[in-house]
């Protein structure tokens, strides 16, 4: 059976809006689900900034997700998903209690502080923003925008030595069909490690020397360091989609299976300086195998990375200056 490549938005049960400040250089991504479905959950990092994660671990009752938000900010970002609460309260979507509606938002948040600007983080008015886009098929910030935009505007990669020898990073997306089973990433590349085209072991980002010519290697620098590097400002965030029916428990195995995903795109990862944190989320009734589920996530996965570099990237000078932004604001 032959493996197609596909949009991101041809998976269905959701929409995708953005909402950024590209002075500050932070934003946030929404997804916006429009049909019931299932959601897991992995943490392999060890400094997430999340929020109701315990809702989609195995032990927690199966719980619909009415919106995604992954955003900057680090946990300052959080008060985006009170903007995106009431939008859907608005709208009658989430949990329903009697009278009442609960949205139920999750939320990821990269370190982005570090560029444009550290006093401006994601809002309840970016998160309002957000949720709008990704309803509003008219909006310029509706659907799967790649590169320095939504939750990727602030992501940079290569901190180890400083952000003045980082790069630019940002989201990215990558999707295949197999027969009747699509599955798709989205993906806010926010590493400590060096990124790699796992097709080829190229390395297409990462630290830099000083004179930013030419990449050093993350994982050397951590050997001659033999300590804890930049504790908390990085964090790889995102979610694979598909309409394979999975169970909970399912879909934290293919969260936690997406692990192969990173590990072959960046070097090091899931370290304590990171907070990566993978969603796995079910919109459909296709009967699949959970392993088959998992392999082909972590292709689509290690895509959506690729894609994420190579669509944000930033000549050095406007780059350096952002960077120096912060120092000033």
Known sequence: MNLERIKFTDLEGFSIGNAQDFNAFTGVTALVFTKKNI????????????????LFSPLSYE???????????SAYGLSAATGAMQFLE???????????VVPIVPQS??????????????????GYKACEAALDKSSKWHGALSGTVGGGTGATIGKIYG???SQKSGIGYAAFKVGTLK?????????????FDYTTAKKIGGALTPDRKDFCSVEEAL??????????????????????????????KLASMTRSGLGRSINPVGTTADGDTMYAISTGGVKADVNVCGTLACKALSEAIIDAVNSSRMEDAEYLAA???VKEN
């Open 39 to 54: 959601c897991g959950i992995d943490i392999s990092g060890g400094g997430p900034a999340a929020r109701e994660s315990y």
């Open 63 to 73: 719980q619909s997700v009415t919106a995604l938000l992954l955003s900057g900010g």
């Open 90 to 100: 608005e709208r009658g979507m989430g949990y329903k209690l009697g009278e009442l």
């Open 109 to 126: 948040c990269i370190f982005d502080l570090g560029i444009g600007s550290s006093k401006i983080r994601p809002d309840a008015v970016m």
């Open 163 to 165: 952000m003045e020898r």
């Open 183 to 195: 599955i798709g990433a989205i993906v806010v590349v926010n590493a400590l490690g060096d990124i």
């Open 223 to 252: 050997y001659l360091m033999q300590q804890s590097a930049t504790n908390g400002t990085n964090t790889t965030i995102g979610a694979v989609i598909t309409n394979a029916s999975l169970t909970q428990q399912e879909l934290c």
């Open 323 to 325: 960077v120096k932004a």
